[in-house]
């Protein structure tokens, strides 16, 4: 099974802040990368597929890039709305797995 | 709009049995492979397991397999999650979620109904 690593597992951030999470993959994963969000009580929902490719109605300030085995999440200017968890998940082979998450809080 | 409605949560007792039920509407349901994800309370997500659009195949994850089966009706637009044997480390929200047409996964997800397993 291929194990995702996230860091960091949390971070304090301001509005305004760029901000950068990382997952790394045990195994060579092609573009098989996605990330999501996921608020308090609340479904997660995806931001990027195929490494980096915007969902339909994210803000452009979610970006996502890497190959093989080290894949980035960028938000280039935090916003209030985006204080939440977010996972990756690698989907090359079943069983997919998810990174443990990264949570997002206001500093 | 594409809507997914999980319903069959509850409490159960060690060892026993649950069958989940997912609900689907604003697309063709039959076109799609789906999924379950599961989440523990305050913990991360899992990906629980998958079927594909004419259920030629179902995968699972190591935690389920052999104990929980998957299965879809295309005729109800419905996606079941039959779980036996469940373990007190099985209580978690279910969720399923829909690849989309291009098999990327998750694209929508329902609202996720709970699962507990206490004595």
Known sequence: DIQMTQSPSSLSASVGDRVTITCRASQVLRNDLGWYQQKPGKAPKRL????????????????????????????????????????????????????PGTKVDIK | EVQLVESGGGLVKPGGSLRLSCVASGFTFSSYTM????????????????????????????????????????????????????????????????????????????????VTVSS
């Open chain 1, 48 to 99: 990027i597929y195929a490494t980096s490719s915007l969902q339909s109605g994210v803000p452009s300030r979610f970006s996502g890039s890497g190959s093989g085995t080290e894949f980035t999440l960028t938000i280039s200017s935090l916003q209030p709305e985006d204080f939440a968890t977010y996972y990756c998940l690698q989907h090359n082979s079943y069983p997919f797995t998810f990174g």
């Open chain 2, 35 to 114: 999924n379950w994800v599961r989440q523990a309370p305050g913990k991360g997500l899992e990906w629980v397991s998958a079927i594909t659009s004419s259920s030629s195949y179902m995968y699972y994850a190591d935690s389920v397999k052999g104990r929980f089966t998957i299965s879809r009706d295309n005729a109800k637009n419905s996606l079941y999650l039959q779980m036996n044997s469940l373990r007190a480390d099985d209580t978690a929200v279910f969720y399923c979620a829909r690849d989309d047409y291009s098999n990327f996964p998750f694209d929508y997800w329902g609202q996720g109904t709970l």
